[in-house]
């Protein structure tokens, strides 16, 4: 089972920028892909981007030429750079990843995702 803890959230103006991190313990594997989704109040829950193991990245063309997603396997983290936020950009934000252990696999951005973290809030205000 791996545990995902999503941190950085929080409130900016448009325009502005925030780096979200999330921080991968217990099954973890750097073989992996490794994701970023998002859910606003009424909407269901979008991918925004995801990377592969050697690097590939993978956005939504919502996202593209804003966000960045990379990952450091040495410390099993995953970061999402946000710039230029928008207030469409406001949502929960969720870090994603695939075990074996995991049901409901969902399939976006050329990977498959089964296990969640929590989440963290962002809010974009215009």
């Known amino acids: 089972q791996v545990q995902l803890v999503e941190s950085g959230g929080g409130s900016v103006q448009g325009g502005g920028s925030l780096r979200l991190s999330c921080a991968a313990s217990g099954d973890t594997d750097t073989r992996r892909c490794m994701g970023w989704f998002r859910q606003a109040p009424g909407k269901d829950r979008e991918g925004v981007a995801s990377i592969f193991p050697l690097g590939n990245t993978y956005y939504a063309d919502s996202v593209k030429g804003r966000f960045t997603i990379s990952r450091d396997n040495a410390k099993n983290t995953l970061y999402l750079q946000m710039n230029s936020l928008k207030p469409e950009d406001t949502a929960m934000y969720y870090c994603?990843?695939?075990?074996?252990?995991?049901?409901?696999?969902?399939?976006?951005?050329?990977?498959?995702?089964?296990?969640w973290g929590q989440g963290t809030q962002v809010t974009v205000s215009s």
């Open positions: 994603a990843t695939y075990t074996p252990s995991g049901i409901g696999v969902v399939t976006t951005l050329g990977c498959a995702f089964n296990s």
